[in-house]
């Protein structure tokens, strides 16, 4: 055998050792890929992302989609210990397929983000800066990032090195320009924030729309960000140009985009201080 086939040949034997990266169950709305050892990536169509997580008693969902089809029994697939089902913030492509579920845990500060879901006929229960999700052999930590949303929050594995940001910083672009709106410095205190959590050993960002990456992200990214939110605070950002997508018509009149080392915000000019 010549030496590249048998490279591959031995390759191809760890991949399937391990199973990871390995496609698990896939159907018409979405794709699981296994991460790492007890965590999966389910990516859905519509380029949204959820993360399942699962300890030695308890098991935990980060996020819903948009619309997914029964995803009670799919994520039953996976993990059928007892499900903590955690939204990283209460946008509809985060927040869209809480139905089937008994029980959500989210921040109160997107409460009134919920009126623009269907009806959600379960029990809330809020969660806030600190708090912590008993999963047995692992705790899953919540640390509160407003500036996307009010309520946004990040979800710190750190036994693993590991944080779900869902759209707190975003996946390349971070989204500012949505009602209700948060001052720059709101933004900017929070990527301050994860700075600091990930110089203490969190090494990847696994972001709410991984589609778009395919990779975690690492503290670099933040630090461009908070470069960025800073110049826009400071008015030396790179001139921004119109950003085009309105998204569920809560955007502000003009938003515009920007960008520097390979980050961007969209943000409304007018409701950015
Ligand atoms: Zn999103
Ligand atoms: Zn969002």
Redesign the pocket.
């Given at each position: 055998m010549k030496l590249h086939i048998i490279i591959i040949f031995v390759f191809t034997c760890i991949r399937l050792n391990t199973g990871l990266n390995a496609q698990v169950f896939s159907n018409a709305d979405l794709k699981i890929t296994k991460l790492e050892d007890k965590l999966w990536v389910v990516e859905t169509t519509d380029k949204?992302t959820m993360y399942i997580i699962e300890g030695s008693k308890k098991a935990m969902l980060i996020d819903t989609g948009t619309n997914c089809e029964k995803l009670d029994e799919v994520v039953h697939r996976i993990t059928q210990k007892p499900l903590y089902v955690v939204i990283t913030h209460m946008?509809l492509?985060?927040a869209g397929n809480i139905t089937p579920f008994k029980d959500i845990y989210f921040h109160p500060a997107d409460t009134l983000l919920m009126k623009r879901l269907k009806p959600f006929y379960g029990k809330v229960h809020y969660v806030n800066d600190g708090d912590l999700f008993d999963l047995g052999d692992k705790t899953i930590e919540v640390k509160h990032m407003p500036g996307h949303t009010p309520g946004a929050i990040v979800l710190i594995d750190r036994s693993a090195g590991n944080c779900f940001t869902g759209?707190a910083f975003g996946s390349g672009l971070v989204w500012l320009q949505l009602w209700p709106f948060s001052p720059i410095k709101t933004y900017i205190r929070s990527c301050d924030k994860m700075e600091k959590l990930m110089s203490n050993g969190i090494n990847n960002i696994y972001c709410?729309?991984y589609p778009y990456l395919k990779k975690a992200l690492s503290i670099d990214y933040i630090r461009n960000m908070k470069k960025l939110a800073e110049a826009i605070d400071n008015g030396s950002a790179p001139s921004p140009h119109p950003y085009e997508i309105h998204y569920l018509d809560i955007s502000g009149p003009n938003p515009t985009i920007t960008s520097l080392n390979g980050v961007s915000i969209v943000y409304e000019p007018s409701k950015i201080k």
């Open positions: 949204t946008h492509d985060h759209d709410g729309h």
